[in-house]
């Protein structure tokens, strides 16, 4: 049996959680998310708590934790929400918002548009072109901070692209004349 999954959740105020059968529903200020539990994983609320229990332990034991860590993660992103901020450096590479579109300008010849999912707000701040992302779901706000910065990774000589705010990127030395 999962240690992690063992630990009860706790529902905090303004947060509400239901079950039906395998479907967990998740509401709160922030959004509404849902959830299929795996087989043989069921949970059930008690106490302002919801508690994951495995049925019978077989090779499905596995994912008692991990029903466990995504109930608490909806829950988190319910009541506070996500969030990733990235970093745009280089000159002339630009961010911007236009209604549901990320408009990014890295270098190539054309405007790179990202079109942003439903659930997900995208501000950046112009004076040092720093994106904030923002949602509800952990997996989909990690997912498109890594779809943006995959556009222009970045690079070691001169640090130009998109990276995350707390990432540390190893400079190297360019060509050096021979002599």
Do not use: W
């Not at 499905?60 to 993660?73: E, F, P, Q, V, Y």
């Not at 590479?93 to 549901?100: C, H, M, T």
């Not at 579109?101 to 072109?129: A, C, M, R, W």
């Amino acid at each position: 049996m999962s240690r992690i999954g063992k630990q009860p959740v706790t529902i905090p105020s303004g947060v509400t959680v239901e079950i039906n059968g395998d479907l967990v529903k998740v509401s709160g200020s922030k959004g509404s998310l849902q959830y299929n539990l795996p087989e043989l994983v069921t949970a059930s609320v008690d106490n302002n708590e919801v508690v994951c229990t495995l049925n019978e332990k077989s090779e499905t034991s596995s994912k008692h934790g991990l029903a466990r860590t995504i109930i608490s993660n909806m829950i988190k992103g319910c009541a506070e929400g996500f969030k990733k901020t990235l970093e745009v450096h280089g000159v002339g590479y630009r961010a911007n918002v236009k209604g549901q579109e990320l408009e990014l300008s890295l270098g190539f010849s054309h405007i790179v548009k990202y079109p942003i999912p439903q659930g997900i707000t995208i501000e950046v701040d112009g004076k040092t072109n720093a994106m904030t992302i923002q949602g509800a779901d952990k997996h989909l706000v990690g997912q498109v901070a890594a779809e943006i910065r995959s556009f222009r990774k970045p690079e070691p000589y001169k640090g130009k692209g998109v990276k995350y705010d707390y990432e540390r990127i190893r400079r190297k030395a360019g060509k050096s004349a021979a002599g």
